[in-house]
């Protein structure tokens, strides 16, 4: 399936925000490609255990979507939670230890790549079973209603997730409810290896939302600021109660599956393409376009990102694991009976 | 103090958690519609008239409301969530078993789920689909607490123990044990009524009750079996074999200590469990007593169960999937060499 | 909610019919009706072991949708499947074995009311699961598909299984892989004491099903003429590999939800709308208004069936119990290996 | 002759049943796809180069697919369906377990369900969601049978007689034995290669293997913790410790022949098993054993498994969960009082 939105971020689009906004989401998004493929080498060489499942080429909807968020909100995530991660602002240390397997990660390294998260950040541990998520968002949005709190939920799911049952049973009591969550779908065009065209009759996923009677947009997901203007349109009818809301982000992704996947699936022409839509490039253009912003500022910030990713690292890779001591605490909290 | 069957006790175990912790609240099918049956074994009846906002009536969608259960316990709420029929947490396995039981470990410790689930199990002449005892499916899965209570005082006090506990709880209830009233009386149910304190009280999730004492055997089992194990024992009182009763009640974690003094005492074992023998709660109970007290055993641990086929209909076949008393007796004899 | 169909049954509508077919109808929902009041005082006496979800009100789905279908045509049904088995050709009399748990029932007695079928029939056991039956259908459909065999399959569900992720996940793959299936959703406008309106935000449930980019139809379901000819419909496009379809029948259970439900959650006012929807007396007046039929034929009718019924029941009271040797039967099918 | 791996023998046994009886079709994640892996982990891969319509690669939908591969056997087709992870059973639970392993028991013998499910299981380091060996789970369901191959050989064989069996046939495999190339290679993988037969054979359901004889104790256990055992027997045996090595390969239903055979030489047997011990199957086969031949015992039945956890991510933890040759070879030095 080839983009089906023009590759320039529209110029009138891109005027109406501050240069420094512009810069962030720049910052943003070049942190977590640079982060992503800074581990895919850690993977690679055989330095990290296990498996991973990242986001480059699909950092404008992790980006966008936070941004439009305020930082006491909540953001639930999958599989492939780097990008959301840090996005919600989770700092490339803490995950880079939880994939190194340290006590010290954000899990105690008892979670790894595909269950990081934060809770004081706002982000539970992502949950890797497709669609598994959906209903715990929903939940959580239950939780702010009953307890009158402003906060809203972010839930980040695939295309492939909109064909399991839990997406269709959480999202219809987010509608009956109203509850407040944006239920965040990236379509990337494939579940692993399958292409959408192969697991829905229709053009777009919309429809498995306004099945719901919720309202429902179809997104050019590689163009941040669309993503962040959606997004904070749909915040803001989640927190005046008008909730949910659905989005369907239509991107890519640039890397395989998981390690080491030669995605030989993925027609040339389509990652082709593809690849000329890469959001970061995309933001770089406008950015240039625009004037306010020079070669050599763009690659400051880069650098800068390299180097703090490059430290977290060094660090990650010397922290100590957990000891056997750590094995069997944390499967229950303390019973609070009696109080 | 005040008499009161499963069904009653749990009713008031909810209403008073829900005045003393406003996080408390039901999530589930048929549960504070007005007009309605408060759920399908009356458990929550009328609570939606002192609780309007906190009885949310769901869908049909138990994976779905499983997980929101879950989502909402996380930021802090105290939900109970059940299934109208034990056998249908089937649908919400995932949530349960991938989501709830291991959200805490997999957050290294920093989340916590405190989410009661209720089950109502046992066969009761519906068939296959509507019968099963699936106490079974959770045991061998870490970060859930199972508790099953087999009276009316201990219901109450474990379900406020469960609203309390801060992890995952499963409460399995039997429905021949509910005492439900009204239109959802159940044929065959057995009296399960106790004397119910004013005052708030709990029962600690993890220790076991003994019944009654005896020297001769120990006879170990929950829900409905619990009573047909009492049953057993005075029949065989008659016959001058005195067993000790331990109605185990909480099965994740099982009280080896009070299961394991009685063995040392009596040197036998017999558990009984309604349910398939193959892959039942009964095995693991056998399995850890002989390797924690196979040197106090006279004999090997033995087991009444159902036999390994689905819940049939027929009363006549139904009857016979159950264990009974009379089958715990003999049991017991051919034990005692009798 | 009130009714929302006109109550008559439009006269050019049933002028389109032959007498022969429209007392046929006629006979198989008093069959039906007949059949479930008696089972309700067998059950009220205590005659009867276990629990009973009865279907009268809603004979008109079962009869127009088994009408459309050929004999070797296949259903599948749920916790309320009596009706669904006589219209399917199942007799009064297997079935009242079946209920009494008779060694000589549809299921030897091990299935009882919630499991009743007969394969021969092309009724599988009913699935009490809610929601529970459809991914089994569309899997029948399925295997009909790949053994280029003309069948097709109707499924039956109540409005409170689309809520089930079951439900979508099925219709997807049917509707994606063009399986051979009609979903006949039955909107009693309620699930148990839970009504239509408080498990959805839309007047319909149809979209639940074009979500998955199929034709689905809003229908008068207690005109068993509209049933029929939407079901024909479907059915005939279904068998040109064009599936699946799917019909939202619009009804109401005068009865309980299951045994002694007084039904207090209902207001009066609806309840006595809809008796006078009551599917049965739609079509006697339009019978009779058409003037082909006579009370008296109406009567004769009735009285053969009420005979018919009384004869089984008599049968089924004294037919024998399963024994003890039949505890552990039918639990595997003999294996097949090495063949 | 031919030397294979896991994947390939499975893959050639679904092959060879495909072309042999064309009511066999696969139903799947990730399957049939030109480019693809071939499932998770191979298994499949290519098969759709000579079965373009029997590959039926699916949504992302497992309770749904389950389902269908059900309601496909009924009507007559022999569909294989299979999860990417164990851990997505629990997605599938309610097809599973209240449809496909009860459909021929609710039907009074009329219908059946010849549906063959496959899991690959085991903990390699994925993290919690993607590790797990639910055996325990589906070994208490009457109705469905259970194997769990070691060898390449038992693959293929096993998986043959699966789709032959006319029953719902759960297969499990392991990640680490699977041998899987290219992309999909596992690290810490151990290898579980068999000389294949050229000719047709199956395995037969319900007869477990010795792998090593011995007159000391008894080892029963089956997938990766049958090579642990026979690797634990290898250094037992230098110390004059003659270990039975009993893989049990098929769990339901399991062989108490073979089992009770070497037992009631040995007079000690020690179950070896992935995942949490409570509630797992060895505490069925302790209890079995213990039922059937505690006569003979010398002493009580042992088991090692894992610790009551979910599994960790960290490679020092997660190998300390999953049960290895030393503890194994030390809990028989305690069973033996060396
Ligand atoms: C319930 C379940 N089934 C299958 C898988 C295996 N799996 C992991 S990711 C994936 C594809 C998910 O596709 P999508 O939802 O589009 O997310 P994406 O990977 O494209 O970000 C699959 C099939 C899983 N983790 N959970
Ligand atoms: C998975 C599941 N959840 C709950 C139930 C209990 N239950 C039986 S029937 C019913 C209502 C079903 O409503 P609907 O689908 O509209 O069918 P109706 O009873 O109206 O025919 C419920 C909740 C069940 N059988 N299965
Ligand atoms: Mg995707
Ligand atoms: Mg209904």
């Known amino acids: 399936m080839m983009p089906m939105f023009p590759r320039e971020i529209p110029r009138d689009q891109i005027a109406k925000y501050e240069r ?6 720049y910052e943003e998004m070049f942190r977590i490609r640079e982060f992503e493929e800074r581990v895919r080498f850690l993977f690679l060489e055989g330095a990290m255990p296990g498996t991973i499942h990242q986001c480059q080429g699909q950092e404008a909807t992790a980006v966008g979507v936070c941004q439009a968020l305020n930082e006491d909100d909540y953001l639930t995530s999958t599989h492939r939670p780097h990008g959301h991660a840090l996005a919600k602002g989770l700092t490339p240390l803490e995950i880079l230890l939880e994939l190194f397997g340290s006590i010290e990660g954000c899990c105690k390294g008892k979670g790894g790549s595909m269950h990081i ?63 407040p969550v944006v239920f965040c779908c990236e379509n990337n065009l494939y579940g692993a290896s399958t292409h959408v065209s ?25 163009n941040v600021l669309a993503v962040y203007e959606m997004a904070r349109t749909a915040a803001v009818k989640c927190r005046a109660g008008e909730g949910p809301v659905f989005l369907e982000l239509i991107t890519y992704r640039l890397t395989g ?32 376009d625009r004037g306010e912003v020079t070669v050599s500022e763009l690659e400051a910030v880069e650098l800068a990102v390299k180097q703090a990713i490059e430290q977290a690292v ?8 957990p000891t056997l001591d750590d094995l069997e605490t944390d499967v229950y909290a303390k019973s609070e009976v009696g109080i | 103090m005040k008499r009161m069957g499963i069904a009653e006790a749990l009713r008031e175990a909810i209403a008073e958690e829900m005045r003393r912790d406003h996080r408390v609240f039901c999530m589930g099918e048929d549960i504070g519609i007005p007009g309605g049956w408060g759920g399908a074994f009356t458990v929550t009846l009328g609570l939606e008239k002192e609780f309007p906002d906190r009885m949310i009536n769901t869908p049909i969608a138990e994976n779905g409301f499983f997980g929101m259960g879950m989502g909402a316990a996380m930021l802090g709420m105290r939900p109970i ?30 989340v916590s789920v405190p989410l009661v689930m209720r089950a109502p199990v046992g066969a009761t002449g519906r068939g296959a689909q509507h019968a099963r005892n699936l106490e079974r499916m959770f045991l061998g899965v870490p970060g859930i607490k199972i508790v099953a209570p087999s009276t009316a005082y201990d219901a109450k006090g474990l379900l406020k123990a469960a609203v309390r506990d801060g992890n995952p709880v ?36 993890g220790r076991a009750a003994v019944r009654r004492e005896g020297a001769d055997v120990t006879i170990i089992a929950w829900l409905l079996m619990a009573h047909a194990a009492q049953a057993a024992a005075n029949v065989l009182s008659a016959e001058g074999i005195e067993a000790e009763v331990v109605d185990a009640r909480s099965l994740n974690p099982l009280d080896y200590e009070t299961i394991g003094a009685s063995v040392k005492k009596t040197g036998r074992a017999l558990i009984v469990e309604e349910g398939p023998i193959t892959g039942g709660v009964g095995a693991e109970i056998a399995a850890g007593i002989q390797e924690r007290f196979g040197d106090c055993l006279r004999t090997s641990v033995r087991r009444v169960a159902s036999p390994d086929i689905p819940v049939p209909f027929a009363p006549v076949l139904e009857n016979a999937y159950r264990p009974d008393a009379a089958r715990v007796a003999a049991a017991v004899r051919a034990m005692c060499g009798r």
Not at chain 1, 314 to 321: D, G, S
Request: charged share 20%.
């Open chain 1, 20 to 25: 420094s906004f512009l810069l962030r989401l």
């Open chain 1, 117 to 179: 998260g934060n809770m004081a950040k706002g982000m539970p541990p992502a949950i890797a079973i497709v669609g598994g998520n959906i209903p715990v968002a929903a939940g959580m949005a239950l939780a702010l209603k009953m307890q009158k709190r402003p906060q809203i939920v972010a839930c980040f799911f695939g295309d492939g997730a909109t064909s399991e049952g839990a997406f269709h049973e959480a999202v219809n009591m987010a509608a009956i409810w109203n509850l």
């Open chain 1, 198 to 222: 192969k697991i829905t009759r229709l053009p777009s996923l919309r429809q498995r939302a306004t099945a719901y009677g919720i309202e429902a947009l179809t997104v050019d997901g590689n």
């Open chain 1, 257 to 288: 599956h998981s390690r080491r996947d030669p995605c030989l699936y993925m027609p040339k022409e389509e990652r082709a393409a593809w690849a000329a839509m890469d959001p970061l490039l995309r933001l770089r253009e406008a950015l240039l």
């Open chain 1, 314 to 321: 060094e660090i990650a890779r010397k922290a100590p694991p």
């Open chain 2, 81 to 110: 969530v059940d299934v109208q029929y034990g056998d249908f947490l089937l649908c919400a396995m995932d949530q349960i078993c991938s989501n709830a039981s291991m959200m805490r470990y997999m957050s290294g410790g920093t």
């Open chain 2, 170 to 205: 499963m409460i399995f209830e039997h429905k021949l044990l509910y005492g439900s009233k009204g239109p959802r009386t159940e044929s065959g149910a057995v009296d399960a009524t106790s004397d119910i304190p004013d005052d708030d009280y709990v029962v600690p999730i």
